[in-house]
C-alpha cells in the first residue's frame, strides 16, 4: 500500500479546506439548502447561456416554464411532457442537464399540471381541459419560443400523454419543427392496453402469481373493442403492470416524485404539491386519451424520431414501432432504450443525450455552402 506524508503550506491549505467543507455539512440538511447546493451546481455561467423560471400567458392562463442553455443560440427543445397532469420539469435537474450544452432546453408544466396548476385557479381552468386546447397551448408556447429566441423552427419532444398532443401539433404545424421527437409515443391506446394487460398476465402466469392472476383475469376481456375502459380496471392493470417493469425497467414503480424534492425547479411550499394535478387533469382527460388511435396520422412533414423503451408496457413500443414503419416523414430515426421502459428521461438520460446529439441536433444546421469544406 503506498502511504504519503504531506507537511508544508500545501498540507495546511488542505486541512482548511476539509476543515471547511465539514464546518459547512450538517447532520440534517434543510431542503433549502440540499437544493441550493444543487442549484449552484448547475448554474449558468457562460456568457451566452440562458437560465430563466417563469410564467408565460399561454391560452388565457399563466403557465410555468423552466428555460435552460449553455448558449441561446442553440435550438430549442420543448419538452411536452406526460400524464395528463405529470411534469418533467421536477426531474430536470438530473435529467437534461447534459442536454443543455447543445439545446436550450424548456420544460413546460401545462395546464393542470405542477406550478402552472397551483398558481391557477382550478375551477377557472376546469372548462378549457380538453385535448384540443393543449394543442392550442402548445402552438402558442412555440410561437412565443420563435420570437423570443429568433428561430423560425424548434423541436418538440412530447412524452407519453405529451405524445398525443405533441404529434397532433406536429401534424398541424411541421413547418415550425426541425424535428418532431416522439419517446413513449402513443398511437393507439386501446391497443397498447390489450397488449399491456397480456404482458402482465403472462409475466404473473411464468411466476406463479395468484393474486396477480386473479386479478387480471377478473377484468377480461380486457380493453374489449368499442367499449370504454372502467377507471377501476386500468388501476387494476396498472398496478400488476407496473410491478412487473412495465412503467420503469426493473422497478416497480416511478421515482419523479422523489427527484422533485430536491428540484430548484420548485419552492419549498410548491414541491410537496407538484403533482396535485395529476389526478385532476385525469378526471377531464383520462377517458378522451384512453380512445386515442392517431394511425390516420401516415404522413408527417417534418423529420420524425421514435425514441421507445424495450420494456415500456404502459403505452407499449411495439405499437409505437409498427406505426414508426407505416409513417412518411422526410427523415425517421428510431432509437431502442434497452435498459428502459416508460420512463427513458429517469433510465437512460446518457444514451438519450447520445441519441439526440447524433440523430436530432444536425437537423437544425444548415446544410454545407456548395464547394465548402466538408
Request: glycine content about 8%; charged content about 20%; aromatic content about 10%.
Amino acid at each position: 500500500m503506498w502511504k504519503t506524508r504531506l507537511s508544508g503550506p500545501l498540507f495546511v491549505a488542505l486541512l482548511c479546506v476539509a476543515q471547511a467543507v465539514a464546518s459547512e455539512l450538517s447532520p440534517a440538511m434543510s431542503r433549502a439548502d440540499a437544493v441550493g447546493v444543487i442549484a449552484e451546481l448547475r448554474r449558468i455561467v457562460a456568457p451566452r447561456g440562458v437560465e430563466r423560471y417563469e410564467f408565460v400567458d399561454v391560452g388565457g392562463i399563466r403557465q410555468f416554464v423552466s428555460i435552460r442553455g449553455q448558449d441561446r443560440a442553440n435550438p430549442v427543445l420543448l419538452v411536452v411532457h406526460g400524464g395528463p397532469g405529470f411534469p418533467t420539469s421536477g426531474i430536470a435537474w438530473w435529467a437534461t442537464r447534459p442536454l443543455e450544452e447543445y439545446f436550450t432546453v424548456v420544460h413546460w408544466d401545462q395546464r393542470g399540471a405542477g406550478r402552472t396548476h397551483l398558481a391557477n385557479d382550478p375551477a377557472a381552468v376546469a372548462p378549457t381541459m380538453t385535448r384540443a386546447r393543449f394543442v392550442d397551448d402548445i402552438e402558442e408556447l412555440v410561437a412565443w419560443l420563435r420570437t423570443e429566441f429568433r428561430q423560425d423552427k424548434v423541436f418538440v419532444l412530447g412524452t407519453s400523454w405529451g405524445s398525443v398532443i405533441g404529434l397532433e401539433f406536429a401534424s398541424r404545424r411541421s413547418d415550425w419543427l426541425h424535428a418532431y421527437i416522439g419517446m413513449g409515443q402513443a398511437v393507439d391506446i386501446p391497443e397498447s392496453e390489450r397488449r399491456g394487460h397480456a404482458y402482465a398476465l403472462a409475466a404473473a402466469r411464468a411466476e406463479g402469481n395468484a393474486q396477480a392472476i386473479a386479478e387480471l383475469e377478473s377484468v377480461m376481456p380486457y380493453a374489449a373493442p368499442g367499449k370504454p375502459i372502467p377507471l377501476e380496471h386500468i388501476v387494476l392493470e396498472r398496478k400488476w403492470s407496473d410491478h412487473y417493469g412495465g412503467v420503469m425497467a426493473y422497478r416497480q414503480g416511478q421515482v419523479d416524485g422523489m427527484a422533485v424534492r430536491l428540484s430548484p425547479e420548485y419552492p419549498d411550499e410548491d414541491a410537496a404539491r407538484a403533482y396535485a394535478g395529476n389526478g385532476w387533469s385525469q378526471d377531464f382527460l383520462l377517458s378522451d386519451v384512453l380512445g386515442v388511435d392517431l394511425g390516420h396520422v401516415t404522413r408527417l412533414d417534418c423529420p420524425l424520431l421514435v425514441l421507445a423503451g424495450r420494456h415500456d408496457r404502459t403505452v407499449n413500443s411495439s405499437v409505437a414501432r409498427e406505426w414508426f414503419d407505416a409513417v412518411e416523414a422526410p427523415y425517421k430515426h428510431f432509437e431502442w432504450f434497452e435498459h428502459s421502459a416508460h420512463e427513458i428521461l429517469a433510465e437512460e438520460p446518457g444514451k438519450l443525450l447520445l441519441t439526440l446529439v447524433q440523430h436530432a441536433r444536425p437537423l437544425a444546421d444548415p446544410p454545407p455552402a456548395a464547394g465548402g469544406a466538408p
